[in-house]
Nanobody
């Protein structure tokens, strides 16, 4: 069983930056594709970014492409989401998710592809 704990959420002004972290325990982190999702008030949870087991392959939602960067440190069992040029529309609870994969380059953007979820961290962007 994998446990995921997010941190780094905060209140920030539009145009600012934040880095979210997701620490994993209880599993073989290097065997998991990792993803970030977010859920804004009154909206469904949506995909943000994902990274393959070794970090070679990444995918992003169009809404964050060029502003957000996902990365991972397998030695620290941690995945990161660097968020730049933040907008009020980025306000949401951000959650990380993990899915074991056989193929090193696999990445997933569908929620039901992921097996484990963290509790989330709140990001609020003021205008």
């Amino acid at each position: 069983q994998v446990q995921l704990v997010e941190s780094g959420g905060d209140l920030v002004q539009a145009g600012g930056s934040l880095r979210l972290s997701c620490a994993a325990s209880g599993g073989t982190f290097s065997g998991y594709c990792m993803g970030w999702f977010r859920q804004a008030p009154g909206k469904e949870r949506e995909f943000v970014a994902a990274i393959s087991r070794g970090g070679v392959t990444t995918i992003y939602a169009d809404s964050v492409k060029g502003r957000f960067t996902i990365s991972r440190d397998n030695a620290k069992n941690t995945v990161y989401l660097q968020m730049n040029s933040l907008k009020p529309d980025d306000t949401a609870v951000y959650s990380c998710a993990a899915r074991s994969t056989v193929y090193g380059g696999s990445v997933y953007n569908l929620q039901n592809s992921y097996h484990y979820w963290g509790q989330g961290t709140q990001v609020t962007v003021s205008s």
